[in-house]
């Protein structure tokens, strides 16, 4: 049975198509990274995953399920995010904020049952100092992490991250990837959307090289990370940045 | 400032409010007598009954209902500076107030420039999420510009009208002046039957606003369903503040002062915020008719002008304030 | 070539003749405004009489020359002119209708604008006081003189104008020298009162709100009282528009600069409503109309005085609105109409001049009379109202409607709400509710007023 499974996605906004052709197979515990240009689309089809958007055409498969004939709580104790930005509109302490991902699970009030799960995931990840902070005031760092626990006390299957490393220094890039291998190793899905190669070979398994709306190539890191690809992906000669990593 | 002790004030200087107006008017009562009255009703003196206590209660529910539709229009456009009027509903009430007197409608029962205005903010509403949806998704910007839009058409269609009509201007005057002078059991039973639903269906829906306030994306991943919210808040946000400006016209502040005040030390959680809200808002509208009633004894200050004259402080201090929590 | 002849010469003649004198007969409105003055007087007297009014002398009249000559500061005051007195030229300088005059004392002529006329007698000082032949000063005004030998009497008749100097309440100082024939009002009051003087035709703009009398429907409209239309004012050609405090300033004052003549009044009281009425009637030559109508609201007014302090002082609220509940202030007129109709009014001591009442305060003050003054409200309603059952107006059913332009229209019919004030403050008292005051005075302005008559008085011989 497949897991997850992406289907014939198309998707076009005032008459300008921004995905087309989509086909993806994910399997069970797989880390997969999607990977291209600044607007090839990534986010968009991040977004139609976790059916913030719906697409025109195409579905969107788990278990071999229609998502989209889910109701939102449903989909949301399969689904988290961990979006580019974090958003804080309001002040709210780091505790009110974790125990909103309690919500597909609650009925009206929030139970002891809830606070009690936040409680030891603080605990567990030695949060504790920051559980009474507003939330507003915590560094970008600090909020991308306590954003990735929050998917733990969601208790979701699968965690979608849109570029979690990007306004992020050094010490907390290493958190938040060893964060996520212990995610993987945990046996959850992980799909995400990097920017560098380095954090792509930490943690995927593999690559989606998507350009211009459309997928290029799928597989191993290995295979597909190649000088030829990323020239045509990005339609400049990256030979120079290959050289780098190395 | 510790959150219980806040609480704590809040409470006594409820109480201790509520016991002042309770005594103070054209007739003064005592301290005895308005116990005696709250223990056996029937038994009072009948101003204190007919008069002074639904006069001195509507206050608070008023003042309960505007802070919650501001708490909600807040949570709504994810903004804190959101209030209920914000988004076209008093250029909606003040239009239809417009449009019955230049047709004479005022002079068809009592309270109907009442009944009208409250239909003008459910109307503007209306239009607003049509305008919205047309547009395709309701964001807080969509509806802030459509908002805007229909607030400039409103204005403009009920300034024509009152150069226009005979005698608008003259009448429309008094509409402004409108208070808790000439309240009632009768609108107060209007009061509580829309407030109480709305309270409860607001607590319900308690954690969804919670998350609601984090952003629409990030909502929508923890399983709201956010056109629904969204339709759910701008209607009680509608007959909440409607409601408002049936029974004492249009009050502004409340619904903006409040909620700020309280989400700075009590953070997004709706459970807490809605009743603190409630109390805190009440006693707030219940002060400031007090003072409307006692300043210039035995004329009346309408209470929407106490309540701006306490506006520009607060925007004072939203100006130099430090942002702790 | 004779078939195009159709009228023979004669028959054409008499119809041009008839066709010439019926276009002369239009040609003298002033034939229908006369001003016939009786003015009487007794050698050695002390006094004469004009238009039944008794007038000293300031000194006694003379003769010189067999004529009678008086002192002219006397002669002009009754015709109401104004002299300007040169002491270099030892010259007296006024208006006969648009026509400057200027007298020299010691010389037998005078300046008619730049024409030089003869006197009979020359104007001489006694005892400090200038004098003038009567005769001359008749002749002077183009007015006709008669003797009437039997009654010892002088008639004067013929028309005559005195310029008109009139300062308004927003500053401005205008001089009429004829009085105005095209008035627009932009009040309903001021229309009331120019109706009130007789005036129909000479009206020719009013306000949309302008609805009394009748006739006042049927004139063109000028806008509201706070947006007159600027244009159609002009359009209409007036010589005179009347304001009144509430016309927006901008629009009186773009009236000025376009030359039209324009007086606006703001008074607060009825007192000052007379000398406004008596101004009024100084520029358009309707003096002896608004002396009357002055004269007969006074009388009415302090007979209703008269009549309220025999009866009991009654609590009184006078509701002029319902959301919120609305009332008069102690420095509005409205206040003084109450009190002097024998009446307490409740919300005196509530600061400001229209101040909201809380209902606490009127059940406390426990009105004995009710009155609303505002369109739309009905009795029943105020009887049901919740918490007001102990109220004495309520338990009494002594809750009554007032026309509201009766009492907010500071007009002639001012007196008339007054009247009205009384008989509803005072019914209890009132014996089979029968009004004390037996001749109304809406009969008396529609008789007397409205319609005109000539004021002509005749007097015999004093003595």
């Known amino acids: ?246 | 400032m510790n959150r219980k002790v806040f609480v704590f004030i809040i409470l006594v200087t409820l109480i201790f409010v509520f016991l002042l107006s309770m005594s103070f008017g054209s007739k003064k009562y005592s301290l005895y007598e308005i116990i005696k009255f709250l223990i056996s009703p029937k038994e009072g003196d009948e101003l204190l009954l007919k008069i002074r206590f639904p006069r001195v209660i509507s206050s608070f529910l008023v003042g309960a209902s505007l802070s919650i539709a501001g708490l909600l229009s807040q949570t709504l456009f994810l903004n804190p500076l959101a209030d209920p009027f914000l988004f076209g509903i008093s250029s909606g009430a003040n239009f239809f107030v417009t449009i019955s007197l230049f047709f004479g409608w005022d002079l068809i029962f009592k309270f109907s420039l009442s009944f009208f205005s409250f239909l003008g903010a459910l109307f503007a509403t209306f239009i607003i999420l049509l305008i919205s949806r047309i547009k395709g998704k309701i964001t807080p910007l969509n509806l802030l510009l459509a908002g805007i839009a229909l607030s400039y058409l409103f204005s403009s269609i009920s300034s024509f009208l009152t150069i226009w009509g005979r005698d608008v201007l003259n009448r429309s005057v008094f509409w402004t002046l409108s208070g808790f002078s000439t309240i009632n059991m009768e609108k107060i039973s209007i009061l509580l039957i829309i407030l109480i639903p709305s309270i409860i269906f607001s607590l319900l829906f308690n954690v969804q606003f919670d998350a609601f306030s984090l952003g629409e994306d990030e909502a929508i991943s923890l399983g709201v369903n956010v056109k629904l919210l969204k339709f759910v808040l701008l209607f009680l946000i509608a007959l909440l503040s409607g409601i408002s400006v049936y029974v004492s016209g249009i009050i502004g502040f409340i619904g903006l002062m409040v909620p700020n005040l309280l989400r700075s030390l009590f953070g997004l959680n709706h459970l807490k915020l809605i009743p603190l809200s409630i109390i805190l808002g009440g006693l707030l509208l219940m002060t400031s008719d007090l003072i409307g009633r006692f300043i210039l004894f035995p004329t009346e200050i309408p209470v929407s002008i106490i309540t701006s004259f306490l506006g520009a402080p607060f925007f004072l201090y939203l100006l130099f304030k430090k942002r702790s929590f | 070539m004779k078939k195009y002849l159709i009228l023979s010469f004669k028959k054409s003649l008499i119809l041009f003749l008839i066709l010439f004198f019926t276009f002369t007969l239009f040609l003298n409105p002033k034939i229908s405004n006369s001003w016939e003055v009786n003015f009487f007087y007794n050698l050695g007297e002390k006094d004469f009489i004009f238009n039944g009014r008794k007038v000293s002398f300031s000194n006694e009249p003379l003769i010189i020359d067999g004529r009678v000559t008086i002192p002219i500061r006397d002669i002009t005051k009754v015709f109401d002119i104004e002299i300007k007195w040169n002491k270099e030229e030892r010259s007296i300088e006024f208006y006969s209708n648009k026509n400057k005059i200027k007298l020299f004392i010691g010389k037998d002529f005078y300046y008619y604008d730049n024409e030089k006329k003869s006197l009979l007698i020359k104007p001489f000082i006694y005892k400090n006081l200038s004098y003038i032949g009567i005769r001359d000063f008749i002749d002077i005004l183009n007015l006709k003189i008669k003797w009437d030998e039997i009654n010892k009497s002088i008639l004067i008749s013929g028309y005559f104008y005195p310029v008109t100097r009139i300062n308004d309440d927003l500053g401005n100082e205008i001089t009429f020298y004829e009085p105005p024939k095209r008035i627009i009002s932009l009040a309903p009051s001021n229309t009331e009162i120019l109706f009130s003087l007789g005036l129909n035709k000479e009206i020719i703009g009013v306000t949309e709100y302008c609805d009394y009398p009748d006739d006042a429907k049927k004139k063109e409209k000028v806008g509201g009282y706070s947006n007159p239309n600027l244009e159609k004012i002009y359009s209409l050609k007036p010589d005179f528009v009347f304001g009144i405090r509430g016309n927006p300033k901008e629009t009186l004052i773009n009236l000025k600069k376009l030359n039209i003549n324009v007086l606006a009044f703001d008074p607060k009281n009825v007192d000052e409503l007379f000398d406004l009425i008596l101004k009024i009637g100084k520029v358009l030559d309707k003096r002896e109309e608004t002396n009357n109508l002055v004269r007969e609201m006074k009388e009415k007014k302090d007979s209703i005085i008269k009549e309220s302090e025999k009866l009991k002082k009654k609590k009184v609220y006078l509701e002029i609105w319902n959301n919120p509940y609305m009332s008069v202030g102690e420095n509005t007129y409205l206040n003084n109409l109450i009190e002097e109709v024998g009446g307490i009014n409740i919300a005196k001591k509530a600061k400001g001049d229209w101040p909201i009442l809380s209902q606490e305060f009127i059940i406390t003050e426990n009105p004995e009379v009710i009155i609303i003054a505002y369109m739309g409200q009905n009795i029943e309603e105020i009887l049901n109202r919740p918490g007001w059952e102990n109220i004495d107006a309520v338990k009494n059913k002594r809750i009554y409607y007032i026309n509201p332009d009766l009492i907010f229209r500071l007009g002639p019919r001012i007196i008339e709400g007054m009247e009205e004030l009384f008989n509803l403050i005072h019914k209890d008292e009132l014996f089979n509710n029968e009004k004390i005051i037996p001749l109304s005075f809406k009969k008396l302005i529609s008789s007397n007023i409205f319609n005109p008559e000539k004021n002509l008085v005749l007097l015999k011989n004093i003595k």
């Open chain 1, 1 to 246: 049975m497949n897991y997850l499974e992406i289907k014939d996605i198309y998707f076009s906004y005032k008459d300008k198509e921004i995905l087309k052709d989509i086909n993806i197979k994910i399997d069970k515990g797989e880390s997969i990274t999607i990977f291209g240009p600044n607007g090839s689309g990534k986010t968009t089809l991040l977004k139609i995953i976790l059916s913030i958007l719906k697409p025109l055409k195409g579905e969107v498969f788990f278990k071999e399920k229609n998502i989209f004939e889910f109701d939102e709580r449903r989909r949301a104790k399969i689904f988290s995010y961990v979006p580019q930005k974090i958003n804080t509109f309001f002040p709210m302490s780091t505790f009110d904020y974790l125990i909103l991902g309690r919500t597909p699970y609650i009925n009206g009030f929030i139970k002891k049952e809830d606070r009690e799960i936040v409680s030891n995931w603080i605990e567990k990840f030695k949060i504790g100092h920051l559980k009474d902070l507003n939330f507003q005031f915590l560094s970008e760092g600090e909020k991308q992490l306590i954003t990735l626990i929050r998917t733990f006390i969601q208790e979701s299957d699968v965690i979608i991250l849109d570029e979690p490393l990007t306004h992020l220094d050094l010490k907390y890039r290493m958190k938040i990837l060893e964060l996520l291998k212990k995610i993987k190793l945990s046996g959850k899905t992980i799909i995400s959307v990097f920017h560098d190669l380095e954090s792509i070979r930490y943690i995927s398994d593999r690559v989606i090289l998507l350009k211009n709306g459309e997928i290029l190539k799928v597989g191993k890191i290995y295979d597909i990370i190649t000088e030829e690809n990323l020239t045509n992906l990005f339609e400049e000669n990256i030979k120079q940045i290959l050289t780098l990593q190395k």
